[in-house]
T-cell receptor, first 114, second 112 residues
Framework: DTEVTQTPKHLVMGMTNKKSLKCEQH?????MYWYKQKAKKPPELMFV???????INESVPSRFSPECPNSSLLNLHLHALQPEDSALYLC?????????????FGPGTRLTVT | KQEVTQIPAALSVPEGENLVLNCSFT??????LQWFRQDPGKGLTSLLL?????REQTSGRLNASLDKSSGRSTLYIAASQPGDSATYLC???????????FGGGTRLMVKP
């Protein structure tokens, strides 16, 4: 099973709301990633978690707060977002964060900030 | 900083044609090169992963090659089908954290 699941599929939130995106994998992978993809653009890396610890933060604004409660679960907490944060948020996982491991992506959460 | 470019940005071909998608990268110190397919509004499906020590990988009608020294990878699709219509993304894997840098993608349309 090479499945990464993400919930919700769609999310509409106001700029004063607090919401969370959830990502789950049961492949025993120890690295998990958040990417942001704007329309007609390639995905851009936001965060990397390795063995449940944040290893890379690509200078993401603090209104995005990642969390890795256990090795199977990755959350992205959202607060005080801006309309320009509207995008497809993709989660991925790989066996390890050591280079050369294949990344498997989830279907994404389509976020609209109003 | 790694930069990845894909040419062409869009491609329309009749069904049955063999086609080649191109990917180039500026930093040859990559660990791997991964090709993905993305349908509109959907996530990414991994197609092929080529390790830096490999020259090519094959899966069904797909063949991907890698030439690190020239900073290029190609995805060859044989006997294209309408179901192959999608955006194809290549991504170069670099050092720490297994970070992927994506190209802008090639939007492929295969007409029946």
């Amino acid at each position: 099973d090479t499945e990464v699941t993400q919930t919700p599929k769609h999310l509409v939130m106001g700029m004063t709301n607090k919401k969370s995106l959830k990502c789950e994998q049961h492949m025993g992978h120890r690295a998990m990633y958040w990417y942001k993809q704007k329309a007609k653009k390639p995905p851009e890396l936001m965060f990397v978690y390795s063995y449940e610890k944040l290893s890379i933060n690509e200078s993401v604004p603090s209104r995005f707060s990642p969390e890795c409660p256990n090795s199977s679960l990755l959350n992205l907490h959202l607060h005080a977002l801006q309309p320009e944060d509207s995008a497809l948020y993709l989660c991925a996982s790989s066996q390890d964060s050591v280079p050369s491991y294949e990344q498997y992506f989830g279907p994404g959460t389509r976020l609209t900030v109003t | 900083k790694q930069e990845v470019t894909q040419i062409p940005a869009a491609l329309s071909v009749p069904e049955g044609e063999n086609l080649v998608l191109n990917c180039s990268f500026t930093d040859s110190a990559i660990y791997n090169l991964q090709w993905f397919r993305q349908d509109p509004g959907k996530g990414l499906t991994s197609l092929l992963l080529i390790q830096s020590s490999q020259r090519e990988q094959t899966s069904g009608r797909l063949n991907a090659s890698l030439d690190k020294s020239s900073g290029r990878s190609t995805l060859y699709i044989a006997a294209s089908q309408p179901g192959d219509s999608a955006t194809y993304l290549c991504a170069a894997g670099n050092n720490a954290g297994n970070m992927l840098t994506f190209g802008g993608g090639t939007r492929l349309m295969v007409k029946p």
